[in-house]
């Protein structure tokens, strides 16, 4: 008897079945990741904030001793932290206005002028 030889119906069935079992692979391991991803990103953001407030406690321990050097010459310690006060607010200015000015190459503006719709006209 000749061996018996599967049918084109089978085979596609046999390649759909192939492929449903891969793509839910593919689904279980985009899953996990994403997972990992996410308990990745909580991890930073809760690094991030613990760092940026150790930072803060640094910089308030910084400017303490500051005002103690500058109170220990002889100033008076309302000066001294007016001072420090002063010196603090123009550093956040000069910061917020190097953000405004770096914000404009935010803006795509080559793009948006490639794009411009006399850009896209054939001629």
Do not use: H, K
């Amino acid at each position: 008897m000749p061996q018996t030889r599967l049918g084109i119906a089978d085979e596609l069935s046999s390649s759909f079945a192939s492929a449903r079992g891969l793509l839910s692979s593919l689904l279980d391991l985009f899953t996990l990741e994403a997972r990992r991803a996410g308990l990745t990103l909580a991890l930073m953001l809760g690094c991030g904030a613990l760092a940026a407030i150790l930072v803060a406690a640094a910089w308030f321990g910084l400017m303490a001793a500051v005002v103690l050097g500058v109170a220990s010459l002889g100033i008076s310690w309302e000066v001294a932290l007016a001072a420090t006060a002063l010196a603090n607010l123009g550093l956040a200015v000069a910061l917020s206005w190097l953000c405004y000015r770096v914000s404009r190459d935010l803006l795509f503006s080559g793009t948006r002028r490639q794009l411009r719709p006399t850009r896209l006209e054939l001629v």
